[in-house]
């Protein structure tokens, strides 16, 4: 008996870049990532650019966390392990939970093309007011391997044997 295939569906997904030497004219990883996005079929909800500024970045992730319409919230850029790189502490304060096995896979697709490199990144991810949120550097290779080697399989309701869009109803239901 074979399993039946899951028809495709549609996300709004927002795209949030954190740096503070980066413009929409030449945020490069923002680019990748809403090219990569649309071509795959879901819809650019909204796109911005905030500084490397904790309270900013929550602002903005708690203001798309709490909108009904947006189903997921992907960052690149303040993952890594300068003063400025405040990203992972942002997000990780408002997670309800975190998603250890998105970092675990990035850094494993990381080693093989950047070896020991990769542990100056530090990508997360979490869910916050059920929204799936993914914390991904600003390099453009970082943000392209995400997306195609994680991002696209787990964000598509076809992939079997398991996928984050199958559980999306099921992220803020209160068990007794």
């Known amino acids: 008996m074979?399993?039946?295939?899951?028809?495709?569906?549609?996300?709004?997904?927002?795209?949030?870049?954190?740096?503070?030497?980066?413009?929409?004219?030449?945020?490069?990883?923002?680019?990748?990532?809403?090219?990569?996005?649309?071509?795959?079929?879901?819809?650019?909800?909204?796109?911005?650019?905030?500084?490397?500024?904790?309270?900013e970045i929550q602002k903005i992730v708690i203001n798309w966390g709490n909108d009904s319409n947006i189903d997921v919230i992907i960052t690149t850029g303040g993952t890594g392990l300068t003063g400025s790189d405040v990203t992972p502490e942002a997000l990780e304060e408002i997670f309800e939970k975190t998603i250890d096995g998105f970092s675990i896979i990035f850094h494993q697709i990381s080693y093989k093309k950047i070896k020991t490199s990769t542990v100056q990144s530090r990508a997360t991810a979490g869910i916050y007011n059920g929204k799936f949120i993914?914390?991904?550097?600003?390099?453009?290779?970082?943000?392209?391997d995400g997306w195609d080697e994680i991002l696209k399989f787990q964000l598509d309701s076809r992939h079997q044997p398991c996928n984050f869009v199958d559980i999306m109803p099921r992220l803020t239901e209160i068990v007794n």
Request: aromatic share 6%; with cysteine; net charge positive.
């Open 2 to 55: 074979t399993k039946s295939v899951s028809k495709f569906i549609k996300l709004n997904i927002c795209i949030l870049t954190i740096s503070s030497s980066r413009t929409l004219a030449d945020d490069k990883s923002g680019n990748v990532l809403e090219k990569k996005i649309s071509e795959f079929g879901h819809t650019i909800y909204d796109r911005k650019i905030v500084k490397d500024n904790k309270s």
């Open 134 to 144: 993914f914390a991904l550097p600003g390099s453009p290779n970082a943000v392209a």
